[in-house]
């Protein structure tokens, strides 16, 4: 059983930074899933932030937050992180962690209707 349990998020004032982690269990960073980041803000739709390939470590960011976060992985603590800098008031939002089917590559990847599981989220507030 796949499960995914997000932490770190926060309250921050603009332009600061955060690091969120997703803890995994379940998955094996080998041939499975790949593990991305979503968010959804209140009134608007969920959207993709960021993707990491288990196979090869490919990373994928929606341009929204190209050049402000990173994605990572510990292999072998089974943990995915995203480090967010220079964060604004529109990326507050409830931050999930998802497990992606290995198969979707690339940006691919960056697309809520090929999530096979979900987080709980983990809110993220950031102040004006």
């Known amino acids: 059983e796949v499960q995914l349990v997000e932490s770190g998020g926060g309250l921050v004032q603009s332009g600061g930074s955060l690091r969120l982690s997703c803890a995994t269990t379940?998955?094996?960073?080998?041939?499975?899933?790949?593990i991305g980041w979503f968010r959804q803000a209140p009134g608007k739709e969920r959207e993709a932030v960021s993707c990491?390939?288990?196979?090869?470590?490919?990373?994928t960011y929606a341009d929204s937050v190209k050049g402000r976060v990173t994605i990572s992985s510990d292999k072998s603590k089974k943990m995915v992180y995203l480090q967010m800098n220079s964060l604004k008031p529109e990326d507050t939002a409830v931050y999930y962690c998802a497990a992606v089917p290995i198969y979707i590559v690339g940006y691919a990847c960056l697309n809520v209707g090929v999530v096979a599981h979900w987080g709980q989220g983990t809110q993220v507030t950031v102040s004006s």
């Open positions: 379940g998955v094996t960073f080998r041939d499975d899933y790949s």
């Open positions: 990491i390939d288990s196979s090869d470590g490919y990373k």
